[in-house]
């Protein structure tokens, strides 16, 4: 079983819909949790953290379900611009930082 | 700021041939880390350090050496080059925080074939 796991898509969705992504992670140990947006051939980058009490960053919602071990991003009024891979990540305490990556769930905005 | 840096952007190797990856970041982070992606199964870490002169194993270490001689750089090395080392290369930077866990900068990554 992967550490963690994300619905690969692609998720293909008309400009201005909401659409939500989910994921799980396997380790009960796990300590922060993020969410990545990678653009095609690009980095990775840092989208938002994930707080056990959710947290919203304009059009992005994120929350994290400690006890179903589940995190969620929920984008609303989707733009052109949103269109990317999305990489749900954990990370365990004390241990130097290091990123567990899901394999990213794949998101195209239509016109 | 430059950021995170990568040299090559490219390369293609034979089986058995070596090379050498190199990581640099002006941000003074005391982390540094090297992950390669692969389609289908996201990013794993190869190695990491924790500061200069420091290094540790990741999830898929072998076949690979670092090296980080200086804060702002990491070096990846394949000694003997193999077609399932082929993927794209990307190294990370962060700083050394508190309880929370906090941001990766990546570099622009390094596509390496293996023939």
């Known amino acids: 079983r992967k550490e963690v796991e994300q619905d690969p898509g692609p998720f293909n969705v008309p400009e201005g819909a909401t659409v939500a992504f989910n994921c799980t992670y396997s380790n009960s140990a796990s300590q922060s949790f993020f969410w990545y947006r990678q653009d095609c051939r690009k980095e990775p980058k840092l989208l938002m953290s994930?707080?056990?009490s959710g947290n919203e960053d304009g059009r992005f919602t994120a929350q994290l379900n400690r006890a179903s071990q589940y995190i969620s991003l929920l984008i609303r009024d989707s733009k052109l611009s949103d269109s990317a891979t999305y990489l749900c990540?954990?990370?365990?305490?004390?241990?130097?930082?290091?990123?567990?990556f899901g394999s990213g769930t794949q998101l195209t905005v239509l016109p | 700021n430059a950021g995170v840096t990568q040299t090559p952007k490219f390369r293609v190797l034979k089986t058995g041939q070596s090379m050498t990856l190199l990581c640099a970041q002006d941000?003074?982070?005391?982390?540094m880390y090297w992950y390669r992606q692969d389609p289908g199964m996201g990013l794993r870490l190869i190695h990491y350090?924790?500061?200069?002169?420091?290094?540790a194993k990741g999830e898929v270490p072998d076949g690979y050496n670092v090296s980080r001689l200086k804060k702002q750089n990491f070096l990846l090395g394949l000694e003997s080059a193999a077609p399932s080392q082929t993927s794209v290369y990307f190294c990370?930077?962060?700083?050394?925080?508190?309880?929370?866990?906090?941001?990766?900068?990546f570099g622009p990554g390094t596509r390496l074939t293996v023939l």
């Open positions: 990370a930077s962060s700083y050394f925080s508190g309880s929370e866990g906090n941001e990766q900068f």
């Open positions: 990540v954990v990370t365990l305490s004390g241990s130097a930082r290091q990123l567990t």
């Open positions: 350090s924790v500061g200069e002169g420091t290094t």
């Open positions: 941000m003074n982070h005391e982390y």
């Open positions: 994930v707080y056990s």
